[in-house]
């Protein structure tokens, strides 16, 4: 690029544009986008105010001295560039720079140039110079949910949010549960137009500042108008929708729309249209009337239209994208300058010229005035700065393409251009064509380049790695420095989990190390991967800046992970990187991340998880996994298994798997021994005696059934210590795990370790593995696992099952369930039916009790235990008392010193015993671990003993021969309790000789249970379980009845089940009563239910509560019937039973119990009972097996008791019905409960839908369901069955011809219907025809009073047409209306014609306005024809029809003076044309003759249509004119005639409404048009009366002010004493002007008040006619809105208070003014918001009435409603506008002393300093009143005696001041200002004045003295005046 000379200059000025100190740094050695090294400073915009309007050929707003300025921090920067010329002298440099300039490829947005006249450099984009306004040009690089990425010019790129994206109109268009829409619509390559909402905060650092775009065309079209568009202009536009023939555009504008049609959209270019989607297309025509614009969309027109030059286009219509028409205007240093569209003025820089590899020569390919098409880049509407781009690829209306990825290495690139201290061009040998790339100067090499141009020449090749791409320019990014070339990663994709890489620590904190590797990319190392052990401080290994190795753990995204665990780190095993990967065999490391008890979590690369089970962890026998092994811990793992699809993997952390031989291995389930190694806290670790093993562990729980044994039994084990028998429970591993459980190892065999092996209702023995909430787990063989259910778990509902059971309890289950798919087993751990039938519980407890005694005896050489050689149970032994306490005797051994008896209070027997006493006892018990003995005193033990012992040994072995033959297992005995131990009872049986026995008191699933308490002597009944033997450690053992219950042995239970069979009588016990079910219980846990229905036999006797005799607890005989299929969910199966008397009197009952079967015809009364009810239907039950429905129509036919259908029809109920259809195959009926008719005629129908028969016949009376209203005179829809409907005919509604019958109905109603005609349709449906009259036969209802009103109306209804004959009086509807007439309907079948001659006296402008659909119209029959069935009939009201023309148009009829009644036929600006009624005579009634006000807008008040009364004026017969009045002062004479009949009172004339004073309706209440009362005292409906006429009245006045203070009267009345100029007959003549006044008030006050009392409107027309006649009354204004209101009609009530406003004469201000204060209040009250709606009513209202007034009501309003907050601020502004007001201050003054606030006293001081002084004495003498009641009375004195200072003369002050004083009442005050007053020099008028107060205020008192005092003071007053 050619050189140019730069200035030096070494200071700037202050005044000249700042520069950002950051753009002044030196290129930074780093990765950043191409334009932070490409292009050089960016300079700031100018404000607004300083940009010329239209800036031609570049120029700017810059002096000559600020552009110097600029560029010589410009050139100081590239001087700072090109460090190599610091070191040469200045006198070369400064020459230098004179001759030499280095070229600005950065360019700025206005512009600066040398001279002024041409720019420099062309405008260029930056993070810099970029801001909020621009228009940009860009392409879609990301579509991601929530926003948009877009590659901005410059390489920039900025985001959109998906809210930004569209424009929100589009929102209702768009599908709401599309929550992916971006992708929809946007695509990666998308050319878009944007503009700039936003950047981030400047603090930020530049090179990350975000730039935040908006993509909506309301924003880029802004200013943009239908007269703006041409035709061949290319716009974009959303789909708004699709229609048939295209889709509606809308270009984010309300003025215009636009239309695709599907023929001009590309059918090739593979779009799905959706709304919302961004199109371009070429204007092809505009419809400016509809304003639409239509489009094309083919996309090789798009691309060649260019933009036509526009006259008058502003900067603001310039869209990025648009391609333009452009000429060669001057070449820059850095691009070409373009003119383009007439006006403007635009810059290519040298990145988007023709050529993508602009030469050094580029300059000679543009000559001035080149003609070319450029499309515009940028728009800056702040300083006019365009950028254009020639790149052939965006011409053409398309993103270049991108050849390379970021990373890529080409070699062999050639260097088209070199740019002088900038960088270098280049051209990459991408496939299929060649790419454009830009190297920085800073990314050349690693060292400092002097001389680019010296190093790298035209032509030559050179490596570049592609470093990033500019996708708008097509431009890549490169870089040459070496160290580019050595990294192994350089961008995220190069990055792969397991990679060993280097990283410089950037940065350290608590969570751990972010990491930089060579080519810049960023990764986390988290703490606990900084070391292999866990590490305190982090910063003191990890160091900033150090340079350390790494392994890379995983990539998400642009989320790199690493460690630096050194076995991680130097690891050589395989990388496991995802699951696929994972095979079985693979050895590989990884980290622990979790250890629990049943194994370890391990993660691997990439996020693989594994889980290495307990058995693989390589653990000691009872070691822990927390103990060996911790989280973050490196572990090499061995992949046994792996499931990919289910992402598991099985790990073990020993490397060589145990291989045993199937000879060696031992079974589950298999007996082995051992001997005990070590014992844990946990467990016992024996050596087990088998082969190929050599350990085993024993937990804790597992060494004994019972928990305290197990516990002592560890205690007491040592090492060496053998086991003769343990159990195999797990054998997965080289370490057993055993079991020393009595109750697993006795049944070993039984044990299952598959699921199969189990089978229901078996009982099994296990032991409880976990215990959670919900339920049990239990554990047999292996992993096999059974579940028992919180419900199955204990019988009662215990709360904490936690409780109740323990890990590791021995238990015995019975299962319930075995899902064979699932292998679930479900069981059931409840006592009742897993109880023990033998005594291994108890033979378990005693034998274990021996061994820990032998255990603990064991370091003794086993001497300790020869003591109970000695005590044999039975025995009698000698031992002396040793002592005696509260709990029994203490007995002592001579030969045993160590061992002790005991005997307790209860076998003493009686027998005293002393200490040191000798006594013989017999032995019960022996406990060998404690050495402790059981005795007794009782003889028969004693006796027992010494008997035997007195025969011989032979003999006594016999008899224990015999004794133990009397005892048979399984035998029941009855016991007595001798002694009660802890776990077990010490038995004796008298029945067999005293003998001992023991029973334990608990049971393997009851251990943690509350035991049954027992009491010694207790008689118990037990069962023999074993007998005495060495294996029961010589003890008879037997099973108390108490624990079993009620089970006996196996074969005992089946054969007593078998017992009960269907017939069975049974006695059962009622346990639950439900509303359809009695629950009971029988025999041995059996439980059955009695179905309501087989209670009782007697069909016709139908009982409403069957169970009403039956209590809980009551036993019942009752008789098996069946046994139900399923099971009950709490206990097992129900039995069926039944207590019908019939069951249980007959002997066979196998045929009563198959009647199973539908035996029921149609038609049948059953009795069934409701077991369900819901909106539509109630399910009953008939028998146990077969149900019916009833719906809700076929209930009942009164819609009372339809509404009520739910609680009529309660569970349990008993009803009675016919049954109407039969299903058998669902044994489902369905019941009416109205009869069948006997005889079927044959006009009944049988409807067969889904099996069920409806049948009907015509008369029938059913209850029905509106399902529609038809539109029109359709009439209405009704239901009457579940599928079947009727119509009501619009004629049947009614009893009588009602104006609109269908009021009152609606969808959903119920309604009772009458049966009129059913028929079939050609197709074959059914059509019924109903009626709804009430006074059909059959439809009257006994609380209906619509029979009666209707009672006395005449006429019948019409059915035939044989009823009706010529001149009969008919009312029908109207069904048609056509240009020649209507049709209206008589009846259901019967129609007439009406001629459009017959349809009005008068003239019918409009058929069908006047005679809408549906309206009610009386006629009389002209013809009838039955054979045609034609009627025709006439609306005209005309006695004969024959009646002559010339009677009809006769004006002799009619006379002067004449009161008629008319229809207005037309409204014209100056009258109303009126046509006489019964003639077809038209009169004139003039403007002037319609009221006595003045009416301004006859239209609003007058409608045509419209019928009126008036009186003939004149009548001119010559001229054949009749004019007419209807001024209320015609028809004054005319009162007593003005009663009419109901059906001619909507015709009468109303008479004006005199005017009324509104304050009753406008103060004191929060919504003044509430407030009216519009109904009369007696409530009845009263005809309008003639009012008064009031037009002589003048207006009155509307009081504002919600509270005058009382003083304006007192003013006012005294108001005569102020000037002593004025004579007294002026003041008489102004008083009783003034009570005139008054009284005429008063008078017409009462006269309307009586007149709307007894005849208020009552409807909408007669509020119409009032208000006509006195259209300037603003009470009756305000009332007719007040009417409305209280018809919630709120919108009416506002169009009445326009139409007010409208119609009320200007001059009548105070009226319009009542009407602005009513409207206010309806805004409030009804406003949404309230707020501004008030507001804008008011801001109304004062353009047209006094403002003042209007603001005082409005404050008013804020006051009453407590809106203190707007009330204080509508005060404030009111002082301020105004300040000369008296009233307004007076208002502020009484407002702060309401709400008790301070500031009174400034208040008053602004006020006088603002008002006008003669209003000083009111505002002050008012002030003092308003202080006196509601202030401080002393502050109102003070202003009273300071005026009265001033003014003493002033008698109306003295008086209001008297007045004040006399109503606080002290009296000594009021009379000493009495005093005051009397003692005054004052005219004698006014003296009289005082006296006469003084005198009235003493009468007052009452005292007669002080009475006397006055008139003796007064009298001394006229004397001395006399004087």
């Given at each position: ?34 334009n ?14 300083d ?5 031609r ?22 001087e ?32 600066d ?16 110079n ?12 990301e ?26 109109i ?38 990350k ?37 295209g ?58 239209c ?14 990025p ?38 030469t050094?020569n ?44 970021v ?224 989280v ?56 087990v ?6 350990k ?5 729980e ?48 039984q044990?299952?370790?598959d ?24 554990r ?17 509902q ?56 032998m ?25 002396k ?26 076998q003493?027997?009686?027998a ?39 025969n ?15 005892l ?88 007593k ?40 036999d ?51 009952i ?27 239907w ?13 719906f ?33 195959e ?46 029109g ?55 019924v ?25 005449p ?5 035939k ?8 009086i008919?009312q ?7 240009s ?21 006296d ?29 009627v ?24 002067v003076?004449?009161?008629?009644i ?19 005579l038209v ?29 003939i ?30 059906e ?94 008054e009284e ?14 007894k005849d ?23 009332k ?13 009530a506002?169009?009445i208070a ?27 009250e ?5 707020e ?145 007053a ?15 107060k ?14 006397e005092?006055v ?13």
């Amino acid at each position: 690029m050619a050189a140019s000379s730069r200035k030096s200059q070494k200071k700037s000025s202050k005044d000249g544009p700042k520069f950002n100190k950051a753009s002044k740094k030196q290129f930074k050695n780093s990765k950043k986008q191409i334009n932070d090294a490409v292009e050089a400073q960016a300079l700031a915009l100018p404000p607004d105010d300083d940009v010329p309007v239209f800036p031609r050929g570049g120029g700017h707003s810059l002096t000559q001295r600020e552009r110097d300025e600029i560029h010589a921090e410009v050139d100081a920067e590239f001087e700072a560039a090109e460090r190599g010329l610091h070191k040469k002298n200045k006198k070369k440099k400064k020459t230098e720079r004179k001759a030499n300039e280095t070229v600005d490829d950065l360019g700025s947005l206005f512009g600066d140039g040398i001279s002024g006249k041409l720019p420099r450099y062309a405008n260029k984009i930056t993070l810099k110079n970029i801001s909020a306004g621009m228009k940009l040009w860009g392409v879609v690089a990301e579509v991601n949910e929530k926003d948009l990425v877009i590659c901005l010019p410059g390489g920039l790129r900025g985001l959109a949010r998906a809210a930004d994206a569209l424009d929100p109109i589009l929102d209702n268009e768009i599908e709401a549960n599309e929550d992916n829409l971006l992708p929809t619509i946007f695509h990666v390559g998308q050319l878009v137009s944007c503009i700039v909402l936003q950047l981030d905060d400047d603090k930020k650092e530049i090179g990350k500042r975000k730039i935040w775009l908006s993509l909506r065309l309301s924003l880029l079209y802004k200013g943009l108008s239908l007269e703006n568009v041409q035709e061949g202009m290319v716009l974009t536009a959303y789909v708004k929708s699709i229609e048939d023939h295209g889709y509606i555009l809308h270009f984010g504008l309300p003025s215009f729309t636009g239309f695709l049609p599907r023929n001009n959209l590309a059918e090739n270019s593979g779009i799905d249209v959706k709304p919302g989607l961004l199109l371009q297309g070429v204007v092809r025509s505009i419809d400016r009337t509809r304003k639409v614009v239509y489009l094309s969309s083919d996309p090789d027109t798009v691309s060649k239209c260019v933009t036509k030059d526009l006259k008058g286009i502003s900067i603001d219509l310039l869209v990025p994208g648009m391609m333009v028409s452009a000429r060669v205007q001057s070449i820059l240093e850095n691009g070409v300058m373009l003119s383009f569209l007439t006006y403007f003025t635009g810059t290519v820089d040298i990145f988007h010229l023709q050529n993508t590899f602009p030469t050094t020569n580029w300059k000679n390919d543009y000559n001035q005035h080149k003609k070319v098409n450029a499309r515009i880049l940028f728009v800056d509407p702040t300083s006019r700065a365009v950028g254009l781009t020639l790149n052939p690829y965006l011409l053409h209306n398309r993103a270049p393409p991108s050849h390379v990825k970021v990373g890529d290495i080409y070699d062999q690139s050639k260097v088209v251009r070199v740019d002088r201290g900038l960088g270098l061009l280049l051209d990459i040998p991408s496939t299929p064509v060649s790419t454009p790339a830009y190297v920085t100067i800073s990314d050349v090499a690693e060292e400092e380049v002097r001389k680019l141009e010296k190093k790298y020449k035209e032509g030559s090749c050179v490596r570049v790695r592609i470093l990033g791409f500019r996708h708008l320019e097509g431009l890549a990014t490169g870089i040459l420095k070496a160290s580019a070339f050595e990294g192994l990663v350089f961008t995220h994709s190069d990055v792969k989990p397991g990679m060993v890489v280097k990283g410089k620590v950037i940065a350290v904190d608590s969570f751990g190390a972010i990491v930089q590797f060579p080519g810049g990319v960023k990764a986390l190392c988290p703490l606990p991967h900084m070391s292999e052990f866990e590490i305190v401080k982090p910063g003191k290994k990890f160091k900033v800046g150090a340079e350390l190795v790494f392994r890379v753990l995983g990539v998400k995204s642009k989320r790199i992970t690493v460690t630096h665990k050194k076995t991680l780190v130097k690891s050589k095993l395989a990388i496991l990187s995802s699951y696929a990967e994972a095979t079985d065999g693979l050895i590989t490391h990884g980290w622990i991340t979790k250890i629990e008890k049943h194994g370890c979590f391990v993660r691997f690369y990439n996020g693989v998880q594994g889980f290495a089970p307990r058995s693989e962890l390589g653990l000691d026998p009872g070691c822990e996994p927390s103990s060996m092994y911790h989280v973050g811990q490196v572990v090499k793992c061995r992949i046994m298994s792996s499931i990919p699809a289910s992402r598991r993997i099985n790990l073990s952390f020993m490397m060589k798997p145990t291989r045993v031989s199937e000879d060696d291995l031992v079974k589950l389930g298999s007996l082995v021994s051992g001997v005990v190694d070590v014992v844990t806290p946990n467990a016992v670790v024996v050596y087990v005696i088998a082969k190929g093993y050599s350990k085993g562990t024993i937990p804790t729980e597992h060494l004994a059934d019972h928990l305290e044994h197990a516990t002592v039994m560890k205690s007491v084990i040592k090492p060496g210590y053998e086991f003769d028998q343990l159990l195999v429970l797990d054998n997965e591993s080289s370490n057993l795990l055993l079991s020393a459980k009595y109750s697993l190892i006795n049944s070993a065999q039984q044990l299952p370790s598959d699921a199969s092996h189990i089978h229901p209702n078996s009982v099994v023995h296990g032991y409880v593995c976990n215990i959670i909430e919900t339920g049990c787990f239990v554990r047999f063989l292996g992993r096999l696992t059974g579940f028992a259910p919180r419900s199955k778990a204990v019988d009662g509902q215990r709360a904490d099952l936690s409780k109740t059971y323990y890990v590791g309890q021995s238990v015995r289950s019975n299962v319930l369930d075995v899902n064979s798919e699932t292998g679930r087993i479900t069981l059931s751990l409840k006592q009742s039916c897993c109880s023990s039938t033998d005594a291994s519980f108890m033979q378990e407890y005693f034998l274990l009790e021996e061994k820990i005694a032998m255990l603990q005896s064991s370091k003794h050489n086993g001497s300790e235990l020869k003591w109970v050689e000695g005590f044999i149970i039975g025995s009698v032994i000698e031992g002396k008392v040793h002592e005696s306490n509260d709990f029994g005797v203490v007995v002592s051994f001579e030969k045993h010193s160590d061992v002790y008896g005991f005997i307790t209070h209860h076998q003493l027997a009686g027998a005293t015993v002393e200490t040191g006493s000798v006594i013989q006892a017999a032995i019960l018990d022996v406990a060998k671990a404690e050495c402790l003995v059981d005795l007794s005193l009782k003889t028969v033990f004693i006796d027992r003993f010494r008997e035997a012992n007195s025969n011989r040994q032979a003999q006594k072995k016999k008899r224990k021969r015999e004794a133990s033959k009397d005892l048979e297992v399984h035998q029941t005995v009855n016991a007595i309790v001798e002694i009660v131990k802890e776990n077990y009872l010490v038995l004796s049986l008298p029945e067999y000789n005293y003998s001992i026995g023991y029973a334990c008191v608990s049971d393997y699933n009851t251990q943690k249970f509350p035991q049954k308490q027992f009491l010694n002597g207790q008689s118990v009944i037990a069962t023999v379980m074993a007998l005495p033997s060495p294996s029961t450690a010589g003890r008879l053992l037997l099973l108390l009845k108490a624990i079993s219950e009620t089970e006996t042995s196996s074969s005992k239970r089946a054969k007593k089940k078998s017992s009960y069979d269907v017939g069975s009588l049974v006695q059962a016990e009622i346990t639950e009563i439900k509303p359809l079910e009695l629950r009971l219980k029988f025999g041995i846990g059996f439980h059955g239910r009695i179905h309501i229905t087989e209670v009782n036999d007697d069909k016709s006797n139908v009982v409403e509560n069957l169970f009403s005799n039956f209590k809980i607890g009551q036993t019942v005989t009752a008789r098996i019937i069946a046994k139900s299929n399923k099971p009950d969910m709490k206990k097992s199966f129900l039995w069926e039973l039944s207590v019908k008397p019939s069951m249980l009197t007959v002997s066979e009952i196998g045929s009563k119990l198959l009647f199973e079967e539908c035996d029921v015809s149609i038609g049948q009364h059953v009795t069934g009972y409701v077991y369900k009810v819901d909106n539509e239907w109630a399910s009953l039950t008939i028998s146990r097996h077969l149900k019916a429905q009833l719906f809700i129509l076929d209930s009942a036919c009164e819609p009372s008791e339809l509404q009520e259908f739910q609680r009529r029809f309660h569970i349990g109920k008993a009803v009675t019905g016919h049954v109407l259809s039969i299903n058998k195959e669902k044994k489902l009926l369905r019941l009416v409960l109205r009869p069948f008719q006997d005889g079927i005629s044959d006009k009944t129908v049988d409807i067969s839908n889904d099996n069920m028969h409806t049948f009907i016949h015509e008369g029938d009376i059913v209850g029905g369901r509106i399902s529609k209203i038809l539109s029109g005179v359709g009439g209405l829809v009704v239901q009457i069955g579940p599928h079947l409907y009727g119509r009501v005919h619009f004629t049947e509604l009614k009893n009588i011809c009602v104006s609109d019958p269908l009021s009152g109905y609606h969808e959903g109603q119920f309604v009772k219907c009458k049966v009129l005609e059913i028929s079939r349709t050609v197709r074959g449906t059914l059509h019924v025809e109903l009626s709804l009259r009430l006074s059909l036969d059959g439809m009257s209802s006994t609380n209906s009073s619509d029979l009666s009103t209707d009672a006395d109306t005449p006429g019948k209804h019409l059915e035939k047409i044989e009823d009706l004959s010529p001149n009969m009086i008919v009312q029908g509807y109207v069904k048609n209306v056509t240009s020649k007439g209507c049709f209206i309907m008589l009846s259901r079948k019967l129609d007439a014609k009406v001629l459009l001659s017959n349809l009005s006296d008068g003239y019918v402008e409009s058929p069908e306005k006047e005679f809408p659909i549906g309206k009610l119209v009386a006629g009389r029959v002209l013809s009838v024809e039955p054979l045609s069935k034609r009627v025709e009939v006439t609306l005209k009201t005309s006695d004969s029809r024959t009646a002559s023309q010339s009677e009809i148009n006769n004006l002799s009829n009619l006379h002067v003076g004449d009161i008629v009644i008319g229809q207005i036929k037309r409204v014209e600006s100056y009258g109303l044309f009126i046509t006489i009624e019964n003639t077809n005579l038209v009169g004139l009634c003039h403007v002037s003759e319609l009221s006595e006000d003045h009416v301004d807008n006859i239209e609003t008040i007058f409608r045509a249509g419209e019928k009126v009364k008036a009186k003939i004026l004149k009548v001119d017969k010559e001229k054949r004119r009749i004019s007419l009045g209807m001024k209320s002062s015609y028809f004054k004479n005319d009162a007593d005639n003005l009663q009419m009949s109901s059906e001619e009172e909507s015709d009468e004339a109303i008479e004006e409404v005199g005017s009324y004073n509104r304050s009753s309706l406008l103060e004191n209440s929060s919504v003044a048009v509430q407030d009216i009362d519009m109904e009369s005292e007696d409530g009845g409906s009263l005809v309008l009366a003639q009012i008064q006429s009031r037009a002589s009245v003048p207006p009155l006045e509307v009081n504002l002010d919600d509270e005058q203070p009382d003083m304006d009267n007192g003013i006012s009345q005294n108001q005569g004493h102020t000037d002593e100029a004025k004579t007294i007959d002026e003041k008489n003549n102004r008083h009783a002007k003034k009570k005139e006044k008054e009284e005429r008030e008063q008078e017409i006050r009462a006269a309307e008040e009586r007149l709307l009392e007894k005849d208020a409107p009552r409807t909408p027309d007669e509020f119409e006619r009032l208000v006509r006649s006195s259209p300037n009354s603003s009470f009756v204004w305000i009332k007719y809105m007040a009417f409305m209101l209280s018809m919630a009609d709120v919108e009416k009530a506002r169009s009445i208070a326009e139409r007010a406003l409208q119609t009320i004469n200007i001059r009548e201000e105070n009226e319009k003014l009542n009407i602005w204060v009513a409207y206010f209040n309806l805004e409030n009250e009804y406003g949404n918001p309230p707020e501004e709606a008030v507001v804008k009513v008011f801001q109304r209202a004062l353009q047209y009435c006094d403002p003042k007034k209007v603001h005082l009501a409005l404050l008013g309003l804020y006051e009453r409603t407590e809106q203190n907050k707007l009330a204080d601020e509508l005060l404030y502004k009111m002082i301020k506008k105004f300040k000369h007001s008296c009233k307004v201050w007076l208002r502020r003054v009484q407002r702060l002393l309401k709400q008790q606030q301070e500031g009174v006293q400034a208040v008053v001081q602004r006020a006088l300093l603002s008002l006008p002084r003669h209003k000083h004495i009111k505002f002050i003498s008012q002030t003092a009143i308003l202080e006196f009641k509601n202030g401080v009375a002393d502050r109102g004195r003070s202003m009273f005696e300071g005026i009265l200072h001033e003014y003493p003369k002033r008698t109306d002050l003295w008086s209001i001041y008297l007045d004040q004083e006399i109503r606080l009442g002290d009296v000594d005050l009021i009379r000493g200002l009495f005093e005051r007053a009397i003692s005054l020099s004052l005219p004698p008028k006014k003296m009289k004045f005082l006296f006469k107060k003084y005198l009235e205020y003493e009468k007052s008192l009452g005292e007669e003295e002080r009475i006397e005092y006055v008139k003796q003071k007064a009298m001394e007053y006229v004397e001395s005046t006399l004087a």
